[in-house]
Each structure stands twice: as structure tokens, then as C-alpha cells.
């Protein structure tokens, strides 16, 4: 079964520091997505990527973040000087199209300390 | 802006009971639902949608509820087993760009 999956499952950064988390959504997807989670918090909405360009972002994703599909597969969040609030779960997801069934990755845990 | 919440935060159910998790959202202009079950350490999974032209939709063992005129949604799971111990988040959407998620409830199966 396709799946979206996460690298790392497990990031502990230094604040200040730069930090990319990737993503391989699943190959036919044409839609992507970050979302975040501080423990337990609920998931929030970050950003959603078509054609090569975001199409909505939340409040949260400011001048820090960015986003990047440098080839045909992967899906980066970068995100440039973290900070101790960015500590959280990172959640990828995609879907072929919009108000469909979207599919999440397992999360990299981000920890900055 | 848009808020998603859940009545209960917890609930505990005997195997075998069936289990009814609630979400109320703002947003009467959604029309877009995902119930998503998450387990610890995991990302979200999905379980079953619903879109607003609808008032109920049933999967395998599942049954997603939807009453626009109060903007309910629910999630009955039938014959619970401790499989089905997570969390459980409903999520909205309008524009299909980002989904608004609830806080999420915890479901706890006791065998």
C-alpha cells in the first residue's frame, strides 16, 4: 500500500540552528501539505503546495519557514533559525486532489533544545 | 477563524460496546469531512469521510454522522475492540487546501 513517508523520525536541533525535514508523498499525489502538532495539541495546518507553489499558509508559517519539492519525489519544510516553540511533531500529508482523502506521514519529531 | 471541537476528550468503552465520539464545528460553509484515528507516536489515519450533500455515510464498522443545522458530526464505532484505542480527530474543510482539525478525543477500550 502507498504510504508517505518521513525523514527523520526523530530531529534534535539547537536553537538558532537550521533545520530541513523531508517527505516522499505518495507518487501520483499531486497535492502536499505540513502540518504540525506540540504535544498534545491538535494538529494545525501549516501549508499546502501545488504546482510547484504554495497555495495557502497558515499564521504560523512565517518568514522562517519554507517550503521546496526540489525533484519529481521529495518534499522539504525548512525552517531557518528554530526556535524552543517549533518543538513539535512534523506531519506531512498529500492527496491526488483537494477535498479528498488526505494521507499522512509518520512524523518527525522535532526537538529544539 | 474556523474552530473544530469535540465534546469529550475521554471515553472509555468495554469491548465489544459500540462507541459514539462527537464533534461540533463553526464552519457551516465545510463541506468536508475526515474522522482520523491516531495512535501514539503515529501520524494521523484515516478512517472515513463524509461531504456535506450527505447525512450519514458507513464504512467497516464505522458510521460517520453529519447534521449540518447544528453543525454535529459523529463517529460510531460498532463492536469496539482494543484495536480502536487512539485518539480521534475530526477535520474540516471548505477550500480543500488546508483541513481545520479538532482537539482530539481519547478513546480507551477496556477488555
Known amino acids: 500500500e502507498p504510504e508517505v513517508t518521513q525523514t527523520p523520525s526523530h530531529q534534535v536541533t539547537q536553537m538558532g540552528q537550521e533545520v530541513i525535514l523531508r517527505c516522499v508523498p505518495i507518487?501520483?499525489?499531486?497535492?502536499f501539505y505540513w502540518y504540525r502538532q506540540i504535544l498534545g495539541q491538535k494538529v494545525e495546518f501549516l501549508v499546502s503546495f501545488y504546482n510547484n507553489e504554495i497555495s495557502e499558509k497558515s499564521e504560523i508559517f512565517d518568514d522562517q519557514f519554507s517550503v521546496e519539492r526540489p525533484d519529481g519525489s521529495n518534499f522539504t519544510l525548512k525552517i531557518r533559525s528554530t526556535k524552543l516553540e517549533d518543538s513539535a511533531m512534523y506531519f506531512c500529508?498529500?492527496?491526488?486532489?483537494?477535498?479528498?482523502?488526505?494521507?499522512f506521514g509518520q512524523g518527525t519529531r522535532l526537538t529544539v533544545v | 477563524g474556523e474552530s473544530v471541537g469535540l465534546h469529550l476528550p475521554t471515553l472509555s468503552v468495554q469491548e465489544g460496546d459500540n462507541s459514539i465520539i462527537n464533534c461540533a464545528y463553526s464552519?457551516?460553509?465545510?463541506?468536508?469531512f475526515i474522522w482520523y484515528k491516531q495512535e501514539s507516536g503515529k501520524g494521523p489515519q484515516f478512517i472515513i469521510d463524509?461531504?456535506?450533500?450527505?447525512d450519514k455515510r458507513q464504512g467497516q464498522r464505522v458510521t460517520v454522522l453529519l447534521n449540518k443545522t447544528v453543525k454535529h458530526l459523529s463517529l460510531q464505532i460498532a463492536a469496539t475492540q482494543p484495536g480502536d484505542s487512539a485518539v480521534y480527530f475530526c477535520?474540516?474543510?471548505?477550500?480543500?487546501?488546508?483541513?481545520?482539525f479538532g482537539t482530539g478525543t481519547s478513546l480507551t477500550v477496556i477488555p
Open positions: 477535520a474540516e474543510t471548505k477550500t480543500g487546501n488546508q483541513f481545520y
Open positions: 500529508a498529500s492527496n491526488l486532489d483537494r477535498n479528498t482523502e488526505a494521507f
Open positions: 463524509i461531504r456535506s450533500n450527505m
Open positions: 464552519n457551516s460553509a465545510s463541506d468536508y
Open positions: 507518487s501520483n499525489h499531486l497535492y
